[in-house]
């Protein structure tokens, strides 16, 4: 269900995504707790847990600028999600999945005809919302069901994502989940 591949990656991407709270990310390190883990697993620092709205490639400041102000006229809405499942992709990637959301999907929606008018191509493809919580988990068991986290997300951010050896996010903007 919902697995994608994933393209090579770039030294350094724009990032568009929720980033759970505290209280969210100390529940996702809860339920992974549950989990029977095997030897060379990797868990992602909680700071570094999110839902991924859209990824590009970082192409610069002029892009960044572009970026930051399509973003800027994004319609945000409230938005609580219930992450409900869990599972281990074929790929190797465990991840907890919110239900089904129409203003998650909106806000996704949303956010690709923002990126579309900066001039970047968006390639067409599913997209399926998740939080990775675990790396080089072949074979990992989770328990049966995932006791439902509640998220109240309060915003969505633009980073960019420094890849290599001292792979950080670093903060661009913040959007504010208007009420």
Avoid at 103 to 108: D, K, N
Wanted: glycine residues 4%; positive net charge; hydrophobic residues 40%.
């Amino acid at each position: 269900m919902g697995e994608r591949t994933t393209p090579p990656l770039a030294a350094q991407a724009f990032l568009i995504g929720l980033f759970p709270d505290v209280a969210v990310q100390a529940a996702i390190k809860a339920h992974c707790a549950e989990w029977w883990w095997p030897v060379g697993h990797y868990f992602p620092p909680g700071h570094r847990l999110h839902l991924t709205l859209h990824c590009v490639e970082d192409r610069g400041h002029t892009l960044e600028a572009l970026l930051r102000e399509a973003l800027a006229e994004v319609p945000t809405r409230p938005l609580e999600l219930t992450l409900d499942s869990s599972c281990t992709w074929r790929n190797d990637v465990s991840v907890v999945q919110p239900a089904e959301h129409e203003s998650l999907r909106a806000l996704h929606d949303d956010i690709v005809r923002a990126v579309r008018r900066t001039g970047l191509a968006v390639p067409a493809k599913n997209w399926t919302p998740h939080v990775t919580i675990a790396r080089q988990t072949e074979r990992a068991a989770r328990p049966m069901r995932l006791a439902p986290i509640h998220w109240k997300v309060r915003d969505f951010k633009l980073i960019r994502s420094h890849r290599g050896n001292f792979f950080h996010h670093e903060l661009l903007a913040s959007y504010p989940m208007r009420r």
